[in-house]
């Protein structure tokens, strides 16, 4: 990483992103379960889950003020990251975007009855060599799996035509087992906790 690739890239002004951030800050639960990323990023309480049995006593104005995570709510969550070469997020370099966020139910034939939902984020490195996109990629699912419920299913990828390997890539990322091998790595770890330093630990 001393060598960066893309010296010049371009970046989006903060004022010209797409956001909408929570006024109120979720705080995290000590009954949330410790996951595969919990060493790099601390779990968190994003929002309650409408499956698991604690929500299921709330009160209907509890259930009323909860808002459904969509596109945006993703965005906002994931846009803060770090390039691991820049000192830039990766919402302003355009890495990570609105559009290329994608939530749909896990079983579509069930429509919005399904309980679990998949959801794609397409990454767009900044050149189509980046030597960094795999990591880039894995930053991205970390944030997602520590901040959202177990109900969604994260599938992070390279956006097709945007690098010169990426099957390689999504291959890499798609494999829980070479995922988790990859978070054993010490100078992995060291990059991507300073990737996601910029997030915060709750609801954004």
Do not use: W
């Not at 290329?100 to 939902?117: A, K, N």
């Amino acid at each position: 990483m001393a060598e960066v690739l893309n010296a010049n890239p371009t970046i989006r002004n903060a004022s010209d992103l797409p956001s909408r951030r929570r006024q109120a800050h979720a705080q995290p639960s000590s009954t949330t379960p410790k996951g595969l990323f919990s060493s790099i990023v601390p779990p968190s309480a994003y929002l309650p889950d409408p499956f698991s049995p604690s929500s299921s006593s709330a009160s209907d104005q509890d259930d009323a003020d909860i808002e459904p995570i969509d596109e945006q709510e993703i965005y906002d969550l994931i846009s803060p990251i770090s390039d691991p070469e820049h000192p830039l997020t990766l919402g302003s370099l355009s890495v990570v975007n609105l559009p290329d966020i994608f939530l749909t139910p896990t079983f579509p034939e069930r429509g919005s009855l399904s309980p679990l939902t998949t959801l794609t984020v397409l990454v767009t490195p900044t050149i189509t060599h980046c030597s960094l996109a795999t990591v880039i990629g894995l930053g991205v699912r970390v944030r997602l799996e520590q901040a959202l419920p177990p109900r969604f299913r994260v599938d992070v990828r390279i956006k097709e035509g945007t690098h010169s390997t990426a099957e390689q890539v999504n291959r890499q990322l798609g494999d829980k087992e070479r995922v988790a091998a990859a978070l054993e790595n010490g100078t992995l770890m060291g990059v991507l906790r300073k990737m996601l330093e910029g997030c915060e630990s709750g609801a954004v």
